[in-house]
């Protein structure tokens, strides 16, 4: 299932990917059918945190108040989440699921997150309708842990598919729209939005770039654009989660839960720019090897 041989969890369970691939040989499987359950396995598998936090934000929403009272609840859930968040990136690194590379681009992302947090808030865009002791004014400390959440699918997924590039743009060109992208986060509130120029400056820098990735064990690949609206789109039906179980609320969702627009697509495709900046901090992009 992995390329690096020097996580020992992840390269047992490539050992069984083996055995299965051995397996459906032996099958009726269409290859397709195989390879697009591999697909998934993996992408499972680089979500592993995001998914981990996703299951306590939901799962505490709807057990928390059946197992006491609110105001006999020993700790806030919001920092239960906290504690939680803490004690799933201390196990990731213990059982090496994780490097501490991945581990430094996870906390640039809580950093990055949560300032932007603390802006967003104080502009009222969102609130965090519980009370909690671990937080820095009016954002409590789990929320950069979401923002992790994505710099850890996004570091983790280019190991476990083995993703190079191909006409990849120089990378002062990726840092300067990152950097034009994450200031329009905060400036639009005074100014006007750049995000129609953002989005056409990053088709015609992205436009000719493709990634390429392995499923199973035929190598794929995939317009880069298309990679992040579709990451974006997971991102949104995971904000759909997150919200109803009460991790955070837009001002529409504050008399009852209802789905977040579609308009925020754009917000989590423009966010990928960021992470996928982010990551290259640490790793850079690597070619996919043949023709340009």
């Given at each position: 299932?992995?390329?690096?041989?020097?996580?020992?969890?992840?390269?047992?369970?490539?050992?069984?990917?083996?055995?299965?691939?051995?397996?459906?040989?032996?099958?009726?499987?269409?290859?397709?059918?195989?390879?697009?359950?591999?697909?998934?396995?993996?992408?499972?598998?680089?979500?592993?945190?995001?998914?981990a936090m996703l299951a306590l934000i939901v799962g505490t929403h709807l057990l928390w108040p059946l197992a006491w009272p609110e105001a006999e609840a020993p700790v806030s859930r919001y920092d239960f989440l906290v504690v939680a968040a803490l004690g799933i990136q201390a196990a990731m690194l213990a059982l090496r699921l994780e490097s501490w590379e991945?581990?430094?681009?996870?906390?640039?992302f809580h950093v990055a997150g949560t300032v932007m947090e603390l802006f967003k808030t104080a502009h009222g865009s969102w609130i965090y309708p519980e009370d909690s002791l671990l937080r820095i004014g009016a954002v409590p400390l789990f929320s950069g842990f979401m923002y992790a959440s994505v710099g850890s699918y996004i570091a983790?997924?280019?190991?476990?598919?083995?993703?190079?590039?191909?006409?990849?743009?120089?990378?002062?060109?990726?840092?300067?729209?990152?950097?034009?992208?994450?200031?329009?986060?905060f400036a639009h509130h005074w100014l006007p939005d750049m995000r129609l120029a953002l989005f056409?400056?990053?088709?015609?820098?992205?436009?000719?770039?493709?990634?390429?990735?392995?499923a199973d064990r035929r190598?794929?690949?995939?317009?880069?654009?298309?990679?992040?609206?579709?990451?974006?789109?997971?991102?949104?039906?995971?904000?759909?989660?997150?919200?109803?179980?009460?991790?955070?609320?837009?001002?529409g969702q504050a008399d009852g839960w209802e789905m977040v627009g579609v308009e925020k697509l754009g917000?989590?495709?423009?966010?990928?720019?960021?992470?996928?900046?982010?990551?290259?901090?640490?790793?850079?992009?690597?070619?996919e090897p043949g023709p340009a």
């Open positions: 299932m992995i390329v690096d041989s020097h996580l020992p969890l992840e390269t047992w369970g490539r050992h069984w990917i083996g055995r299965l691939q051995r397996w459906s040989d032996k099958r009726v499987w269409s290859r397709g059918g195989f390879e697009f359950l591999m697909f998934g396995i993996k992408q499972a598998w680089a979500c592993l945190f995001g998914g991945e581990a430094r681009v996870i906390f640039l983790r997924v280019q190991r476990i598919f083995g993703i190079r590039v191909r006409r990849y743009p120089p990378l002062w060109m990726t840092w300067a729209l990152a950097a034009a992208i994450y200031v329009n986060f056409a400056a990053t088709a015609v820098l992205f436009g000719r770039t493709g990634f390429f990735f392995t190598r794929r690949s995939m317009p880069i654009l298309l990679g992040f609206f579709l990451v974006a789109l997971f991102i949104w039906l995971a904000e759909n989660m997150a919200t109803f179980g009460r991790a955070w609320a837009y001002p917000s989590w495709f423009l966010l990928m720019i960021i992470s996928v900046v982010l990551v290259s901090i640490v790793h850079r992009p690597e070619p």
